[in-house]
Each structure stands twice: as C-alpha cells, then as structure tokens.
C-alpha cells in the first residue's frame, strides 16, 4: 500500500512541478466537466440510438454506462472506500489541492468519470469507424488525465478506471451481441415453420 502511495504522490509531485499552469488549469477544468454524471457520453449514445445504421452501439453505451454506475459507482467504491487525495490523513497539512472545482463527496477508487468514459469509448471502436473512435478515445484519456490533474483523484484510480470501464464495454458488446444472436435464431426456426405451414 505505501509503494502506491508514494508512486501517486510522485505523479501528484510531477503534475504540480511540470504541468500546472493557467491554460491547462482552464483546458482541464473543461474537459473534467464534461464527464460529470456521463452526460457527454449518454447524450452520444441517444444520438447514436437514432440511426439505425449505429442503434446497435447506442445500446452497447447505455448498457456500458449503466454496468459502470451500478458497479464501479455503486459497489467498488463503498467497497475499497478509498478516501480522496486532499482527505488522506497521511498527506494532511502538505497536499497542495488548486481548488479549480468543487471537491467531490464520494469515495475515489475507481474513478467514476474514467471508468464511465472508457466503457462509453471502447465500445465505439467496435463501430470500426475511427472518425469515431479515435476522437472518442482521445476525449476519454483527457476526462481521465484532467482528475489527476485537478487532484480529485489519484494515478491509480485512473488506471483501474480503464480497466473497469474498458471491462463494462467488453461486457454490453457481449450481451448485445449474445441478444441479437439469440433473436436471429428464433426468426430464422420461425421462417421454416411459417413456409411449412403456408405449403
């Protein structure tokens, strides 16, 4: 536990020394927002329900982001319980929080905002499209850097974000997909039956 510790307030140290600066501290801001309660990603997946040619992902990413309320938000974070960076009794008195945003409630580990946006991301890359995967991606790595970086979260939490997000993609690609099958074989027994009975 405290060779974690001491590797996220080194990234913690690194951020502040390299990275803090005005610009970044508005662009961060900005793109931690974004992810607040998923809302980014949901009003993507209610667009993507509206075309038929995409419905199939759009139900992927609601059933990815719901997996990731239900359990990384409503069961792994009671269950490690994990305090937040600026309430760690160990740090109190020399954690530098930048007060850029209102400090959150919960617990920390996983990151919510991670593991929403990557559970909401992964699933787009199985649209085969990277003029939307890649931005997807790329707009969930910095939802996911801006927590460490506005010190809401520690480097670790990010990671098992990833891990659990890219886990609730994987999960509703494999349900819908199983659904569909599921739904094809029924229609195909019932083709038969109905030639049968018309002959």
Excluded at 77 to 92: G, N, S, T, Y
Excluded at 161 to 173: C, D, N, P, R
Aim: aromatic share 14%.
């Amino acid at each position: 536990m405290q060779a974690i510790l001491s590797f996220d307030w080194a990234v913690f140290q690194f951020i502040e020394k390299h990275l803090w600066c005005p610009a970044l501290d508005i662009i961060m801001t900005f793109f931690t927002h974004l992810g607040d309660e998923g809302i980014i990603w949901i009003v993507v997946a209610v667009v993507l329900l509206f075309f038929k040619k995409y419905r199939k992902f759009g139900i992927m990413m609601v059933i990815a982001l719901v997996l990731s309320l239900i359990i990384n938000d409503g069961i792994l974070k009671p269950l490690f319980a994990r305090p937040r960076p600026f309430m760690l009794e160990a740090w109190a008195g020399k954690f530098n929080y930048p007060n850029l945003i209102k400090r959150p409630t919960d617990y920390s580990f996983p990151s919510g905002h991670t593991s929403s946006s990557f559970a909401a991301a992964v699933v787009l890359l199985f649209t085969r499209k990277k003029r939307f995967s890649i931005p997807a991606l790329i707009l969930a790595f910095l939802i996911a850097f801006s927590r460490v970086y506005l010190h809401v979260h520690y480097a670790t939490d990010i990671f098992a974000g990833i891990l659990v997000g890219t886990l609730f993609a994987l999960s509703a690609v494999f349900i819908v997909n199983k659904l569909e099958s599921v739904i094809k074989d029924k229609s195909n027994k019932k083709k038969p039956e109905a030639m049968n009975t018309n002959n």
